[in-house]
């Protein structure tokens, strides 16, 4: 019996995957103060991506990405496109799993050694996948309005507080509209709506698939929405040059408010928005990669949660020596040489030669009936 998840439950795990540690790590600095325009036209490309997804699904409706895959390419070279989606499925976990580490290093647990954080979410994740993904998706249904809510309240705690300065996200578009181009390709297109690469699996375990696309673009403009909200939080708080030196600028933006004297240092609702944001995020991809590992080895994928999970705090430790590394490499080279092909190369391949095959095969029985 397959797992299934509700339109409700993929809604909000889709809004929690997109936000995740976008609205915390972010990109796109060369936007500068108009990092809302620039979100707001990524949020528009998103709006396309995660259609082109659900188009791609549609094709063979009831089969997963890795069954169209296989389908799609054969047997042998699907099988192996397949196995190399697992290691960057798994290996975009490590990295926002070392997002959170570097967080919780550097402002809450600076003495606690780099190893002891990615492996007790690991843990925690293999847990509660082990569990199901139904399970996992209540999990989401339960917390994933409290983290929209964490980040509401930081803004208006900061309004409340008198601490945003409007005036800085002028002038609009005083450079033109070129900065804002280069933040958006490829880096907020593909960091976060081109990751729905991994959500497409999700997609197809819901009761009522044909209304997926319409989840899917409610989730996406929900999320820029957020994010780009995120945003203008942090530079009408800090500025644009505090926002684009500091590595956690919402949680420094955080550490401003102070209202009526009582409210104070509420860092922990930015914690509370990475911690559980980044445990979705990084255990989507998990789960799909282990889901991966079922489809080639016919094992079910209860069996790879354990050992794949310690691989993944492992990597997530030697992944980069330091933030500043972790960073460069995240936003020069992973977009370029990872992004790009496993998020649009594969699949719009993928999609022309299902729509070659459906041509065929559809000329083939006009040809018999003729």
């Not at 402002?107 to 780099?114: A, K, M, S």
């Amino acid at each position: 019996m397959k797992e299934r998840i509700s339109l409700w439950q993929l809604l909000l795990v889709l809004i929690i995957f997109l936000v995740g540690s976008a609205v915390v790590v972010g990109a796109g600095e060369e936007a500068k103060q108009n990092y809302w325009l620039a979100e707001l036209i990524a949020t528009s490309f998103g709006v396309i991506i995660v259609l082109g997804y659900f188009f791609l699904l549609s094709r063979i409706p009831g089969k997963n990405i890795f069954e169209l895959i296989e389908t799609g390419f054969g047997k042998v070279v699907g099988k192996a496109i397949i196995f190399f989606y697992i290691i960057y499925f798994i290996y975009i976990a490590a990295r926002v799993l070392r997002d959170f580490g570097e967080l919780i290093l550097t402002t809450i647990l600076p003495l606690t050694p780099v190893e002891i954080i990615p492996l007790v979410m690991c843990l925690l994740l293999a847990y509660a996948l082990y569990l199901g993904i139904e399970v996992f998706a209540r999990m989401t249904e339960v917390i994933g309005p409290f983290i929209v809510l964490a980040l509401f309240l930081v803004g208006v705690f900061l309004f409340i507080g008198g601490d945003l300065d409007f005036q800085q996200l002028l002038p609009v578009l005083e450079d033109g509209i070129g900065p804002v181009i280069d933040a958006v390709f490829p880096t907020m297109v593909t960091f976060p709506y081109g990751e729905l690469i991994v959500c497409t699996l999700l997609m197809t375990q819901t009761n009522h698939f044909q209304y997926v696309g319409n989840v899917g673009v409610v989730a996406v403009i929900i999320s820029g929405l957020l994010i780009a909200y995120s945003n203008v939080i942090q530079i009408v708080t800090l500025g644009v040059d505090i926002k684009v030196r500091s590595s956690f600028p919402l949680l420094v933006a955080a550490r401003e408010i102070e209202v009526f004297d009582f409210f104070e240092r509420v860092d922990v609702l930015v914690v509370f928005i990475l911690m559980f944001g980044i445990m979705i995020k990084a255990g989507i991809f998990l789960y799909v990669g282990v889901k991966g590992l079922e489809h080639l080895f016919k094992i079910p994928y209860r069996a790879f949660l354990f050992p794949t999970s310690m691989l993944l705090a492992f990597f997530s430790v030697i992944i980069a020596d330091n933030i500043v590394e972790h960073y460069e490499e995240g936003l020069a080279l992973v977009p370029y040489f990872l992004h790009l092909p496993f998020q649009f190369g594969i699949p719009i391949v993928l999609c022309l030669i299902l729509l070659i095959k459906q041509w065929k095969s559809q000329s083939s029985a006009g040809g018999l009936d003729v």
